[in-house]
T-cell receptor
Framework: NAGVTQTPKFRILKIGQSMTLQCTQDMNHNYMYWYRQDPGMGLKLIYYSVGAGITDKGEVPNGYNVSRSTTEDFPLRLELAAPSQTSVYFC?????????????FGSGTRLTVV | AQTVTQSQPEMSVQEAETVTLSCTYDTSESDYYLFWYKQPPSRQMILVIRQEAYKQQNATENRFSVNFQKAAKSFSLKISDSQLGDAAMYFCAYRWSGGSNYKLTFGKGTLLTVNP
């Protein structure tokens, strides 16, 4: 089925380790986003991209990096993992054809930093 | 900056009854979109309903409807004939129609329990 695919679904990292959360969409959406969800805090925007080669910071970008070399892929890189990065991470995409139909979300990655 | 407030961290409803979830938002813009998303225990975020601010008519999707009060900046979700499958976390979200990034701003969520 078409949609947004995130891998892995779960991961445990040790403090100081690095990893990349993968996100791929097959809907040819220009816009892609990374959010983190902390308990009782809703979703906070980390980074977003409006097209291949274009990325920008959201509300909580510190400790993360992104790249967008293709329309389909939008990986999120965590460098030097810290316990504060323990969270559920969501990738999403959208296509705005003059209106707005919300996002298509991936199923999330639960990351624990110990 | 836009903010979205959900003042009810938790709500419960009996099966087959009606429940209303509250959402208020703060914006200086006049043209925007509002959304309700459902997040069941599977963690998947599912779009429930959307409202365009320039439309006075309240959006409806089957058992789900909204009460959109633009002047009061209020956007509540009514779930009629509640079902066990409606149990989930519900998020209200806002997006300005202008700009070029289509960012969503989310509230903190309301956890809905449906009692049999």
């Amino acid at each position: 089925n078409a949609g947004v695919t995130q891998t892995p679904k779960f991961r445990i990292l040790k403090i100081g380790q690095s990893m990349t959360l993968q996100c791929t969409q097959d809907m040819n959406h220009n816009y892609m986003y990374w959010y983190r969800q902390d308990p009782g805090m809703g979703l906070k925007l980390i980074y977003y991209s409006v097209g291949a080669g274009i990325t920008d910071k959201g509300e909580v970008p510190n400790g993360y990096n992104v790249s967008r070399s293709t329309t389909e892929d939008f990986p999120l890189r965590l460098e030097l993992a810290a316990p504060s990065q323990t969270s559920v991470y969501f990738c999403a995409s959208s296509y705005p054809p003059g209106g707005d139909y919300g996002y298509t979300f991936g199923s999330g990655t639960r990351l624990t930093v110990v | 900056a836009q903010t979205v407030t959900q003042s009810q961290p938790e709500m419960s409803v009996q099966e087959a009854e009606t429940v209303t979830l509250s959402c208020t938002y703060d914006t200086s813009e006049s043209d925007y979109y509002l959304f309700w998303y459902k997040q069941p225990p599977s963690r998947q975020m599912i779009l429930v309903i959307r409202q365009e601010a320039y439309k006075q008519q309240n959006a409806t999707e089957n058992r789900f409807s909204v009460n959109f009060q633009k002047a009061a900046k209020s956007f509540s979700l009514k779930i009629s004939d509640s079902q066990l499958g409606d149990a989930a976390m519900y998020f209200c979200a806002y997006r300005w129609s202008g700009g070029s990034n289509y960012k969503l701003t989310f509230g903190k969520g309301t956890l809905l329990t449906v009692n049999p």
